[in-house]
């Protein structure tokens, strides 16, 4: 509905009459929207229930997105300024011409083998999911370019998106056996929760518990999920061709961890291009893992696990992830590769691109004289990302290759060995799969798993953990407290106190909430010998990977919902938990005179 001034041919009066009438027309449609997402869940809910309401719920699907398109039209008629309304209104526009067109061919063509009314009783029900996606994306971009907490909006969207997940999942058509009921509340809790914090710790086995629906439903979530509902909204507005507000630009660039706000519509371009291309191009070199399968379900299968991969979730629709596949390239070579690449972060895997270009650009124009002098250097974010991943990569590969070689890896060959070390390395950081069964590690290698999955990913990536450039600033911290030196310097730049002591105030935090996590298992559970596996459990749900030694659904329900909460705390982060349920402080105008105290 456009709020802008009517022109001069337009009455003050008549143009406030009909704002009135849209202002009616447009909560008709809300209403509308809400009669028809209720009415396809009860419609899709259950499969007998599904063949009695076939008629009556599909005939109201169509009323619905009729009411929309004639809703739609009577506001563009109504509008003060057409031009204005069609700029906003550009998505619901085609929603609705796309349902239209839908319906069109349907009636022209025919429907296949569910008939002419069932196929556009399915256009219409895609039309309304669509519509109120739209229109939910829309609300928490209203939301986070209000002045709110961006803290607060990041919490609450993922609180959002876990129960609609658990919602989805609870429903008979997202389990596979037909006639049991919907998934009790517990496990579509746990699986929601695990599913949009991309941690990928499960209680039942995905790829028989759940069916297609279910595994889709799983799929979004972890999709959603590993790039963040802001990151998702924002992509909305660049679809849309709506401008992000400076209080939304400045919440995004938050969240994404960039300073370049200026560039920010640019990044978040590159971010969709790259993931897009990222996970098309997985899922074409996962094709081959399953030639025994239909065509369209080798297309889902490598899509899903492409998908997993790249946004550091670990769900996996086989019982033991890849361990029978532990040999194929794929496995060791295009599964780390994703991971890595999401676990990165896009603001690092910008800065890596823009340099890598300005060098290739360089390198071609070495002979001309316009050549600008000068060296395009990284920011330090993305250097210390890139050098802390590559040492944490080498060490969790030589380690877990001198840890396991001779016991859990015996049978298998040096190059085996290689490979099984490097996935585990890779995966341990923070994606979720397994190439060799966990339980059956040394003890030692349980607590070298636990130190690499607490480190994590890095910042504004899909990953968890403290993140690596926290553990960095930690070290580069200690390392100038040895030296004698007040401030952290680092390639010829100083880093601020306030950076070194959020970092070092994560670590705490981060180290308080697995201990506390194990402590309450440890209590809960009442078996002290499984003491490692109970914190490598709680280290696996809070920093987001999603590998366990033990079976998980063998925990009481009590610790259940222990890992649940520890894995949203590790997604959201600890620091942003508690700013946003806090809210902003007082930093106060004003100090005390010093005092120094004991330390030791």
């Not at 085609?94 to 061919?105: A, D, E, M």
Request: glycine share 10%.
């Amino acid at each position: 509905m456009s709020t802008e001034i009517p022109p001069p041919n337009i009455p003050l009066a008549v143009a406030r009459q009909r704002i009135r009438r849209s202002s009616r027309v447009l909560a008709a449609e809300r209403v509308m929207q809400v009669v028809g997402v209720v009415s396809i869940v009860l419609h899709r809910s259950s499969r007998q229930w599904e063949s009695m309401t076939d008629l009556p719920l599909g005939i109201a699907t169509l009323v619905i997105m009729s009411v929309f398109a004639v809703g739609l039209g009577l506001r563009y008629y109504w509008a003060v300024s057409h031009k204005s309304f069609v700029a906003e209104n550009r998505v619901s526009l085609g929603v609705v011409g796309l349902w239209l067109l839908g319906v069109l061919i349907t009636l022209v063509f025919g429907g296949g083998s569910e008939g002419r009314f069932g196929t556009i009783n399915n256009i219409s029900e895609a039309a309304i999911f669509l519509r109120t996606g739209v229109g939910f994306v829309i609300l928490v971009r209203w939301i986070s370019s209000g002045g709110r907490n961006p803290a607060f909006i990041l919490v609450a969207s993922f609180l959002v998106l876990v129960a609609v997940g658990t919602i989805l999942l609870m429903l008979p058509r997202a389990r596979a056996e037909v006639g049991q009921g919907g998934a009790p509340f517990h496990v579509a809790l746990f699986t929601a929760t695990s599913a949009s914090c991309v941690t990928g710790l499960i209680l039942v086995d995905t790829g028989t518990y759940w069916s297609a629906t279910g595994q889709t439903i799983i799929l979004c979530l972890f999709q959603i999920g590993g790039l963040g509902i802001m990151t998702c909204g924002s992509l909305f507005a660049l679809v849309s061709a709506r401008r992000m507000q400076v209080r939304e630009t400045a919440f995004l660039a938050d969240m994404l961890e960039t300073e370049n706000t200026g560039a920010l519509r640019k990044l978040m371009t590159s971010i969709v291009l790259f993931t897009a291309t990222a996970e098309l191009i997985g899922a074409a070199s996962l094709w081959g893992l399953w030639p025994e399968l239909p065509w369209y379900e080798r297309a889902f299968h490598s899509l899903f696990h492409s998908v997993s991969a790249f946004c550091n979730a670990g769900f996996a629709l086989m019982p033991d992830s890849f361990s029978s596949m532990q040999t194929r390239w794929q496995i060791w070579a295009a599964v780390p590769a994703l991971i890595i690449v999401g676990g990165l972060g896009f603001a690092a895997m910008a800065d890596l691109g823009r340099v890598f270009r300005w060098r290739i650009t360089n390198r071609t124009r070495a002979g001309s004289v316009n050549v600008p002098h000068g060296r395009m250097r990284l920011g330090n974010t993305s250097w210390l990302v890139g050098v802390t991943t590559l040492g944490l990569l080498a060490w969790g590969t030589c380690g877990f290759y001198l840890l396991e070689s001779g016991a859990l890896m015996q049978d298998l060959t040096v190059g085996e060995q290689a490979s099984a070390s490097w996935f585990q390395s890779v995966t341990f950081r923070t994606a979720g799969f397994n190439t060799v069964d966990l339980a059956d590690l040394q003890p030692g290698t349980k607590f070298f798993g636990i130190m690499m999955m607490f480190v994590g990913a890095s910042p504004g990536s899909t990953g968890g953990g403290i993140k690596t450039v926290s553990f960095a600033l930690s070290i580069l911290a200690v390392i100038a407290l040895l030296r004698g030196r007040e401030q952290i310097e680092l390639r010829g730049r100083t880093i601020p106190q306030s950076i070194v002591k959020r970092s070092l105030m994560i670590v705490a935090m981060g180290i308080f909430c697995v201990l506390t996590t194990t402590l309450l298992i440890v209590v809960i559970e009442n078996q002290p010998e499984y003491f490692l596996d109970h914190l490598f459990e709680a280290t696996s749900a809070f920093a987001t990977v999603g590998v366990s030694t033990i079976d998980t659904s063998s925990l009481r329900i009590p610790s259940q919902f222990v890992i649940i909460l520890t894995m949203f705390v590790g997604r959201v982060g600890p620091l942003t938990l508690i700013v946003g349920l806090a809210g902003s402080g007082d930093n106060g105008r004003y100090s005390y005179p010093e005092e120094r105290v004991l330390l030791g």
